[in-house]
């Protein structure tokens, strides 16, 4: 590989700052000064920016456990943003997985596999998402058979997907569903003259959030984990 897309490609500096840097003689491979782009970079090189040794970054499949009062954006003027939590190098490359609200907790996925995200986030691949829900009302028996059936959500014209709902307690409950609409959960609890205080997600697809990963902390995803949302 040419030197200045190796240096690319582990820093996330564009081709001309690349060159830059170069130029600059910040660069060495194997302890030698180096200022040429085209130099081809060897399995066994060592390229050193400023005294730090570079490796590509591979494709990242991270879980977080998003807490409340960060936001699911690349950027935000007002709030923390759910990328402040990560110690991740070229962390501008990662996107999430579909979102989370502001106040909502729980699973996030993060990556920079545009495609493997394509596929878990679009509607044609109906991955399930469960919710543990709190209502400022109680939870009327009539929701489960209401939310299996599909309910209108204001200003829109197909009613939701049938999901499941598991009334845990009074006030709480679990729900399943197959599509990521807007705000779907709280519209749906909307729809039926209920509120929700508190949401949080436990699970994607066949992947629960592992009951020993902190609020706020995260890590990559295992093998069977990618192999469990492959199904
Ligand atoms: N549904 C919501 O209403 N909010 C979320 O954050 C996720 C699903």
């Given at each position: 590989m040419r030197l200045d897309k190796f240096i690319c490609d582990c820093t996330g500096l564009t081709r001309s700052q690349a060159g830059k840097v170069l130029r600059q003689k910040r660069v060495t491979i194997n302890g030698q000064l180096v200022k040429q782009a085209s130099l081809q970079v060897a399995d066994s090189d060592q390229v050193v920016l400023e005294g730090k040794p570079l490796t590509i970054v591979g494709l990242r499949y991270i879980m977080l456990h998003k807490p409340a009062g960060?936001?699911?954006?690349?950027?935000?003027?007002e709030h923390p943003i759910v990328f402040n939590l990560l110690d991740e190098?070229?962390?501008?490359?990662l996107h999430t997985v579909g979102r989370l609200d502001l106040d909502t907790t729980g699973l996030l996925l993060i990556t920079d596999d545009g495609q493997w995200s394509h596929r878990i986030s679009?509607?044609?691949?109906?991955?399930a998402k469960t919710y543990r829900v709190w209502t400022a009302d109680p939870i009327g028996d009539d929701a489960v058979s209401l939310f299996a059936e599909g309910i209108m959500l204001r200003g829109e014209k197909d009613p939701t997907k049938p999901a499941e709902l598991d009334i845990v307690a009074a006030h709480e409950a679990l729900l399943t569903i197959h599509e990521g609409r807007y705000h779907q959960v709280k519209r749906m609890f909307a729809a039926i003259g209920n509120k929700v205080e508190q949401l949080h997600r436990e699970k994607i697809g066949g992947l629960q959030l592992p009951a020993?990963?902190?609020?706020g902390a995260y890590r990559q995803l295992t093998a069977a984990e990618l192999e469990l949302l492959a199904k």
């Open positions: 960060y936001l699911c954006a690349n950027d935000d003027p190098p070229i962390v501008e490359r679009s509607p044609k691949h109906h991955i020993d990963l902190a609020e």
